[in-house]
């Protein structure tokens, strides 16, 4: 049960998005895009998020595309995690959100949602941020394409009022030879102790975390070390999990030693078999 | 056609199509259109005086009837010790404790008043821990004690501490048992507070009629608990006091004491008696309704060097949290069962019931039993090792057995224990227990098994009783009535078959009425402690003895014979030496007709009932007395894969067997017992309400707080022994809360032995495990 009532949009168009948006800003209504609504649902009913005005974005084609565009790979906004796990177009991606919530919430999270979300772990975004992914943001000005991990700094960077439309994967990243580890407290089906995709790019390894710390990261430090040829793999990891040690912290999944030490295996891990 | 039995057998259970189909009705889908909604602001610390609570805007909100705060009554509830006022007066004890409750038109209009509500608090020092409660000059939680009335004739209160009760059991000379022992082990634990779960959340309804009447429905272990609660507090007489349960959506023990029906009443009062319906958000069943009790413990055993214990000493404190609901007594049930299903001649028990500024606690499967069971059996496998014996031989040596004393000194037969020896007999065939404990997998994953046993009686008060009333149909079936609540183990349908094995009818003849009215259904104290079957079976029995009777009589008539002469089966009553002469139950269901046209005797109506033999409350200095009239004996198993390179586990396996004295239904039986084993998965793996240093509760959701899920079980096996309790219906036991005791104590075992370190405190975690191998380095 929600205890406010709010205004709820389905536009057809990313352009009517936009535009009501402003509209809805404009008249001094709190408005948020709206994917599969589990997290808005779910936080508004024990009021830690409010807004006057939903706009619902499933509508949108452009929201909805999953498919192949020359040699890259296009995935709309709006596409559910279950939608993304049947196609498996990008392995990463698929094994990743396989492990997001449980298989009733995949049918409703959208890929957009989880990246945007409020909720700190967004693990949809890892194997975007280890390959050259691109973003299409929209907002009353128009669109514009970014490096998506250009503008992801502890989380998406968007201007007021901007949207998510889609995410274009470029053709080379689909099938690199990858790593997908996910390690919880005890459950299958639980926030991330740990949750790593790593990719091989050209003999190198890209390589990004969620559940660590705070937020999402990729650390060109810690790749640095892992590529470097200059120390045995022992010393790799030590200076790896040093190099991002200040971004790992306590939480109810676990300590920061205790984290500590399932990195350096899923390092291990990594350096082993990747 | 030849009578078959109606027990022993798999029946599908009466309330099935209801719930396969959606059809079945739960408390909150009984919608009324006249009903108000009322929704509770919660406590943001978890020990705090209350300044100033300011209501003005919430009152001053869309659709708002009234908004009532701790000023509203000063009437204070507990059915042990009333020292719960139902919304906070004067300062909170917890975090998430009531402070003011809003009742409005539509919920939503409630929930968004309840954000209006401004409370100023002064935070006061937290009890975070029994240890913070038990220190000297420890915070007192509830600092006018004194004040308080106390229901209960068996409390014990310890003068100006944080104790609510204190329990002693004096067994023998613990001194002597510690000179004729070649061996001593102690073994300490602790055991965190969790949660119920239900599924259904805690929700009622109360509506109070002009006349009087109030009328409640609600989610309950305990229809007429609450029905006397309410009446009692609240000074209505007790007849105008109406209690309606319909199915219930799981209770645990989380049911069985009256919480929201409090505040339903409350709110109903408040608007002049109109209808107000209140239901828990998760996260308020979580942490404002009573959770779990947490543990401490301390045991230490002794035992002679051929395996013989000699002694056996235990301190346990009750975690009760913030009030004490009926968790003194549950600090009595551990103390009551400390030795475990051991014959033990020298006990020396304390078992304190402790204040802290925790969520309340309340009953919960096992009722205590499932704390000094984890001390007991931990401490035997300490035993086992340092005797260098077997832990099962161990245990058998030492099974309770007839003519043995249990620690309050009550008589053992084999009638009101079973049958220990084979219940650990049969858990070694099947686990295969000589092939050996400890395997290294060619993945390097070590594969272990670990054992426990248990014993658990009912710890019900000493004029517990249980009715039954039957009526006829016109085509010879019978309804039944009875007060126990459908909670989930199929209670319901095994009364039905009983009845219908006593009748020697078809069960499916016996009409069960689903839900539990106070005003018409004949009274079951609660449905709790394991003994719906026992209890309510005998009163259904008795009913049925009865019932019998008068067929008998009017059949005689009928037949024109004595009514020594008759006997029935299938709906029929005939004469024993010529059954070709009989009457059919449905022409003398409602009264027998000459065929001239008279009749007599009218509808044959079967009333039974049961109360409890021979209890006795605890002498204070000894212990000794009486908790229960019979045990359920156990055994069981469980066997894990350890990963030690990342020190985290697979559950495999695991194993029940239980002397049941007879099974009823065995499908059912073996759910419930399989209910019960993966509840101690649960607690042993994964359950726990987590803390901050400010007493704030961490894990208020199910997106942190995790239960076992499906798909992450073992293997569940059990296996049934029949030794009868002879004054039981058919000889069956209690068997409804045991499959949960040995499982913590049995799965510690097996990573105790998987990793060969020894663990302390439940839930064991992966992170728990690396800690205590590693000593928490990488």
Known sequence: MIGFDFEYYKPNTVDQAVKLFNDLDSSGKAAIYYGGGSEFISMARVNTVYADAVIDIKEIEECNQYKMVGNDLVIGAGVTLTEIAEGDLFPPLTKAVKRIADHTMQGKITIGGNICGTIIYREAVLPFLVSDSRIVLANKYG???????????????????????????????????????????????????????????????????????????????????????????????????????????????????????????????????L | MAYKSQIGTTITRKDAWDKVTGNAKYTGDFHFNESLHARVLTSPYAHARIKKIDTTKAENSKGIRTVITGNFSDILVGSMIADRPPIAKDKVRYFGEVVALVVADKEDEAQAAVELIKVEYEPLPVVNSIKDAIKENATLVHENFDSYAIPSKEVHHVANSNISNHVKIRKGNIENAWQTSDVIVEYEFNMPQADHLAMETRNAKCQISPDGTVDIYTSTQAPFGVKEQISTDYGIPEGKVVVHTPLVGGGFGGKASAAVEFLAYLASLAVGGKMVTIANTREEDISTSPSKLGAEGK?????????????????????????????????????????????????????????????????????????????????????????????????KINAIKEGDLSPTQSLMTLSNTGDLDKCISNLKNIMNWDAGNKITTDKGTIITKGVSCFWKTSSSPTDAGSGAVLICNKDGTINANFGVTEIGPGMKTTIAQIIAEKMKMDVNDIHVFMGVDTRITPKHWKTVASMSTFMVGNAAVSACEDLIRQIKEVASIALKCSAGDIEIENKRAFIKDDANQFVEFKDIAHGFKYKEGPSIHGELIGRGNYIAKHLL?????????????????????????????????????????????????????????????????????????????????????????KVMHFGEQPEYIVHFVETPQIDAPFGARGIGEH????????????????????????????????????????
């Open chain 1, 143 to 273: 669109q514009r394409e970014e490096l998506l991990r250009s503008i992801f700094d502890e989380r998406l960077k968007l201007n007021k009022g901007e949207m998510v439309v889609k995410i274009i994967i470029p053709g080379e990243f689909l099938s690199l030879p990858y790593m997908h580890v996910k390690r919880t407290k005890n459950e299958t089906i639980d926030y991330p102790l740990i949750s790593m995709v790593a990719l091989k790019n050209k003999g190198k390894i890209h390589m990004a975390f969620s559940g660590l710390g705070d937020y999402p990261f990729r650390s060109h430090n810690l790749e640095k070390f892992l590529n470097s040829d200059m120390f045995s793999k022992e010393e790799k990891i030590q200076q790896a999990v040093n190099s991002i040690e200040n971004k790992i912290n306590d939480s109810l999944s676990g300590s920061k030693e205790y984290k500590k030490f399932m990195l350096c295996n899923v390092l291990n891990t990594v350096l082993e078999d």
């Open chain 2, 739 to 778: 499959g949960i005791l040995g499982i913590p104590a049995a799965f510690t075992d097996a990573i105790q032995q998987a990793t060969g370190k020894e663990f302390h405190k439940i839930p064991i975690l992966p992170e728990m495990i690396w800690k205590t191998v590693t000593g928490g380095k990488q």
């Open chain 2, 617 to 705: 409350p605890l002498d204070f200095e000894t212990g000794k007395g009486k908790s229960g009239v019979s045990w359920t004996v156990g055994a069981q198993g469980v066997e894990v894969e350890y990963n030690p390179e990342i020190h985290t586990y697979r559950l495999l396996r695991a194993i029940t067997v239980i002397d049941v004295g007879k099974v009823i239904n065995p499908k059912m039986a073996k759910g419930v017992i399989m209910g019960g084993m993966n509840m101690g998965f649960g607690l042993a793996t994964r359950e726990e309400l987590v803390y901050d240093e400010n007493a704030i509760l961490e894990d208020t959701s199910i997106r942190t707080y």
């Open chain 2, 299 to 395: 045991v230490k055993l002794g035992a002679t060097k051929d395996g013989k214990i000699t002694g056996l000493e235990c301190i346990y404190y009750i975690n009760s949290g913030a009030y004490a609901n009926t968790a003194p007594n549950m600090a009595r049930a551990a103390a009551t069962d400390c030795s475990g299903p051991y014959n033990i001649e020298n006990i020396y028990c304390d078992s304190y019931c402790v204040y802290t500024n925790h969520t309340y606690a309340t009953s919960f499967r096992g009722f205590g039993h499932g704390i000094s069971t984890f001390g007991i059996e931990m401490a035997m496998h300490k035993l086992a090792k340092e005797l260098g014996m077997d832990p099962l031989e161990l245990r």
